[in-house]
């Protein structure tokens, strides 16, 4: 009879990732290594790659989120449920570790086929799978239409992430307010209907 092995320990958990936060706010992407945060933690690193395969999966999970996503509230509407979307991006991508991995990690995702494939499968199916879930809300409120006609979760994945790492990464410009003034406009751009042709 097979056996299901013994349960991860949460406080192992929790010590990982705050020794991958610590070691990143305090070296940078560059200066940390699964000895460094083993070491940190007083762990063996072992205990580690039973977690994470790899340093960039540690990473993500620690200043982004990790494999599995808690359910998302239902705000009532679209824009709201895009708005609160849009602040937990922002809230990810603001902390001193976020700041100082998101840039490297991409780096690293980007020449690495295998790497970046897993990651996907690792992280982006989940977040895709949210969107799918907050999307399907809208259609039930009728504020989106039925597929095929919706928005897939692919472009709306796009449409909150992208002008997030924008406006921190690429502008520099402060996050006050960005979420109040992203989520209704991408509610608009995705519930815009053609009108009737003119004279």
Do not use: C, N, W
């Not at 991006?89 to 991409?106: E, F, K, N, Q, R």
């Not at 199916?125 to 239409?145: K, M, Q």
Request: charged share 25%; net charge negative; no cysteine.
């Amino acid at each position: 009879m097979a056996t299901t092995g013994r349960p991860r320990d949460a406080r192992v958990d929790a010590a990982i990732l705050d020794a991958t936060r610590a070691i990143l706010a305090r070296d940078g992407y560059a200066g940390l290594t699964m000895d460094a945060v083993a070491e940190q933690a007083g762990i063996g690193k072992a205990a580690i790659y039973r977690r994470h395969a790899t340093k960039q999966e540690m990473v993500f999970a620690a200043v982004i989120h990790e494999a599995e996503l808690p359910v998302r509230p239902d705000t009532g509407s679209l824009a709201g449920d895009l708005t609160a979307l849009v602040q937990e991006i922002v809230d990810h991508l603001t902390g001193p570790a976020a700041s100082a991995a998101v840039l490297g990690l991409l780096a690293d995702l980007g020449p690495d086929s295998a790497l970046g494939a897993r990651f996907r499968e690792r992280f982006v199916t989940r977040e895709l799978a949210d969107i799918e879930a907050l999307l399907d809300r809208a259609v039930e409120r009728g504020e989106l239409p039925p597929p095929p006609s919706r928005p897939d979760a692919t472009t709306v994945h796009a449409l909150v992430t992208g002008p997030v790492f924008a406006f921190l990464y690429l502008q520099r410009t402060p996050p006050d307010g960005l979420p109040e003034r992203l989520g209704p406009l991408i509610a608009g751009a995705l519930t815009v209907t053609e009108g009737p042709p003119g004279p």
